[in-house]
């Protein structure tokens, strides 16, 4: 399995909307996101879909790309993917904002088993902001 398309994939299923059943080729059952408990796939996506509605067309580019596949697996959907991600986004008509998440995944069997990740300023005052009850 070619872990780099394979997360290509799973980022285009996020742009478009994380509908009904995209992330499940991607995503285990129990995937663990930071320190959270084992998420279904559904809450997994609902995360990601809350996320995408504080933001007006909120959109996920790819800024860098690094795959590690597990040689002892032989790479076979076994491996570590890191990325740095774009997320643009309107603020207002005409006027785009942007900040960046740096993520790390842990895929077993094809799928993400475990998720790190972390924003940038802009994206930590937006969280507190959200967790705040601003969004």
């Known amino acids: ?5 394979h997360y290509l994939d799973y980022l285009a299923a996020i742009n478009d909307g994380c509908k009904t059943g995209s992330l499940d080729p991607f995503v285990h059952q129990g995937v663990v996101h930071n320190d ?7 809450d997994y996506a609902k995360n ?5 509605s504080s933001f007006t067309n909120l959109f996920f580019s ?13 790479g076979q959907g076994y491996g570590n993917v ?27 069997e094809g799928k993400i088993k475990q998720v790190w990740s972390m924003l940038d300023g802009a994206g930590l005052k937006w969280a507190q902001e959200r967790a705040a009850g601003g969004h």
């Open 82 to 108: 890191a990325v740095r991600i774009r997320l643009i986004f309107d603020s207002e008509p005409g006027e785009k904002e942007t900040f960046f998440e740096n993520v790390f995944y842990r895929f077993e």
């Open 48 to 52: 990601i879909t809350e996320s995408q």
């Open 1 to 5: 399995m070619d872990l780099r398309q």
């Open 62 to 74: 790819l800024d860098m790309l690094v795959v590690e596949p597990d040689k002892d697996k032989g």
């Open 36 to 42: 959270s408990s084992p998420l279904s796939i559904a």
